[in-house]
């Protein structure tokens, strides 16, 4: 079968369409009202009772659409800096986008802004994303190198940090200081069209930039000299996947909050199945990553004592023995 998706890995994009739709349907009638697909469909289109109608159409279509773009916005920008960084451990957080969308959300929430607007947290929060992209601009504009990004966005991320945590320790409310823990903690619950309408341009326009990434990178996989020779613009793709990464992984946390492992696990699950070709694995990742975090979202619904699961922790229980498993399993076929 391996062997199979190594020669048609667009049989794999094929099977992983008829999941996703699985998985929509699913998503559709889990809760904490179960519909039968009937229902779902039927309320999709307007023909149920109007509790139907609103549970499906204004709850969980908005939910369900966000987290296909989130989970396809993580895992496509996770494989395409992997293979920019030729580093296996690379993820959309290591350019600081992550990190300061977050801190744009905390100071919205620390201002009482979210009181006022329900739009405050999310537009904060792409706020600090496009700050962060400016910041990685400025900072790596004379010298485009893999490394100088790569150091830019660690220090980027680590003041964004630092700043999370002075507004943390700086909030007198005990009730504020729960909702950016909650907020940090990610979630797709009572999202609507209006999240979806906001953070959706961004993320296609990520992608835009993004398109066609995927030559280049195979060229840079043989080093940045066999690259160069084959006439690829070096700095030219660096800047496209950055950018791209930036909008489009900064709109999807200005929604849902901070969630890991997507962008870090599913390239590598991609690769055991059609191979290492940076371009072949884009697609492929964008498509599992929907299919993740709309799994993870629907674990975030299971009744657990008293409290509600997240789904940034969910992904993590999920994502980290993947992530153990991919990294012993690496070391084994390297002996």
Known sequence: MIAYLHRHPWSLNSVLMLVIVLMVVASAMFGQVSLAPAD????????????TNIIVRELRLPRILLGLLVGASLGYSGAALQGLLRNPLADPGVVGVTSTASLGAVIAIYLGLSAISPLAVPVMA????????????????????????????????????????LVMNFTPNPISLQDMILWMLGSLENRTFTDLMLATPFIMLGWLIMLGVGQGLNALSLGEEAAHSLGVDLGRLRWRIVIGTALSVGAAVSVCGAVGFVGLVVPHFVRALIGYEPRRILLPSALIGAILLTFADILTRLPVGHGQLRLGVVMAVIGAPVFIYIIFKTRESMR
Request: aromatic content about 4%; proline content about 0%.
């Open 40 to 51: 779902v469909l039927s309320g999709l289109f307007g023909g149920a009772d109007e509790g």
């Open 126 to 165: 792409m706020s600090g994303a496009l700050l962060a992209t400016f910041l990685l601009m400025a900072l790596a504009a004379r010298d485009a190198s893999v490394l100088s990004l790569i150091l830019a966005g660690i220090g980027i991320s680590s003041l964004a940090t630092a700043g999370i945590a």
